[in-house]
């Protein structure tokens, strides 16, 4: 989690209001129309990220998207997707090109949420897979095709409700309309589960490794991992950007519009008190991974159950589920690139007890040789808490003693059955440098992997 501080040394995250992103005329994503007291009116065109091309060609009536809909692959005169909307939401049949323009997807939306029979379909126009949504959800018979044709895979869904109940329509309908009038048509969005997906990424590129494989899965994963039985009872908002450029301003006018250093919060951030998570998508400075995502989405999960967890085991969580595979629908991580950080300055590595008492900008700021050092050793006092199968005992002993131990210095050892902080680090660390990276392999049900540098 990327956090501003006061001079308090309260943590904190990004303050945000009403003015999510606005960008003015003259602007990549500015738009060009007509207003007048009630809002946008008519035909509306916004450029892309380069203002080389049209991005998106949409009509207004009093405020609101109503009727035809065209968005274009950024810069570019390629179609990549196309429809209708009423009252400000999705409606009707919509159609998603790839970059070439080939037919990449066909499905309905009813009042902003998938409805209804979607098909996806190969490069070549052949059947990829096929299946239904009821109110934004998965249900019922679900068929897989290889690219011969022949049936790869099938899954059956439960009506949605069963057995996670899903949020109240109106409750999500009010959140994509909010959401869609502060973003602009620049953004796809629409209700996925218990999310409102706010994206400029073309559909084909974003499915199915991004939303299938990361923000469908990793909040249910971490759930089950944890053992936490809800989630929250707002829809949380992602709002993925195209470029750096549209990050930063984003960023920056969540801080008040003034011009501000917005590297800390390069890699994304999660806001828990408006439950919005951002990231940028291409960038000239960050590489985007399923790893950066799947870190502020384990933020999310958590912060909806114990808004008071202890800062070490946040980002500590968060960094051991930046890899993680799909075993029997838990969570299970397996080592990744900091490791390396902790092998090579093994010797610079901080007291863990001390780390546990330290603020956010301590945390972010101490190490003597690079801050990554403490995310590292976090990490792996997580991995060894999974793979001595006491990570849900330690989550359940520090949020049952939150009030009589806030940094979990007495719940740490005691989840393992050790006497000290000191016992955990040198067992944890142990267990780090022994293994061989040259002869580890990915668990069976990995859903990405993030290199070892």
Known sequence: MRSLMRNSGVRVTIVAACAVLCLAAGKPGAGAGKTNRKGRQGTWTFEGPTGLA????CRYVNGALEGECSI???NSRVLESAGMYRDGLRDGVWRFHDEKGRLYATGRYAA????????WRYDTGDMKRTGSYLGGR??????????????????????????????????????????????G?????????????????????????????????????TRRALGIETAGAEPVRIFLFLTDELFSDFVTRLQGGESRNTDPFLGGFYYPPKRILALPFLSKRFNFSPGNLAHELVHMVVHDDFPQVPLWF??????????????????????????????????????LADLMRMSAAEFSNSSEDDPIL?????????????????????????KTHADDDPRGIAALPRSLGLNSIGDVQEKAVSLALGIDLTTFRAPKGTLWVVKNR
Not at 54 to 57: G, L, M, P, S, Y
Not at 192 to 217: N, T
Request: glycine fraction near 6%; charge should be negative.
């Open 72 to 74: 274009y692959w950024p």
């Open 138 to 183: 998965k249900t019922g018979l679900w068929t897989h095709h290889a690219r011969e044709g022949t049936v790869e895979k099938t899954e059956s869904f439960a009506e949605p409700g069963e057995p996670e109940p899903a949020l109240p329509g109106s409750t999500v309908r009010q959140s994509l309309r909010n959401t869609l009038s502060l973003l």
């Open 314 to 351: 946040d980002e500590g969580l968060a960094a051991l589920y930046e890899n993680v595979a799909n075993v029997d629908g838990r969570a299970v991580a397996f080592p990744h690139e900091r490791l390396a950080y902790l092998r090579e300055r093994a010797t610079h590595v901080p007291p």
């Open 54 to 57: 049209t991005w998106v060609t």
């Open 185 to 221: 048509p620049t953004f796809s969005v629409e209700a996925s589960g218990d999310f409102i997906l706010a994206s400029q990424i073309p559909l084909s590129v974003l499915e199915p490794e991004i939303k299938e494989k990361i923000i469908d899965w990793v909040p249910a994963g």
């Open 112 to 119: 902003g949420m998938r409805d209804g029979v979607w098909e």
């Open 374 to 398: 403490n995310y590292a050793l976090c990490r792996f006092v997580c991995y060894y808490l999974q793979e001595k199968g006491k990570l849900a005992d330690c989550y359940r002993e520090l």
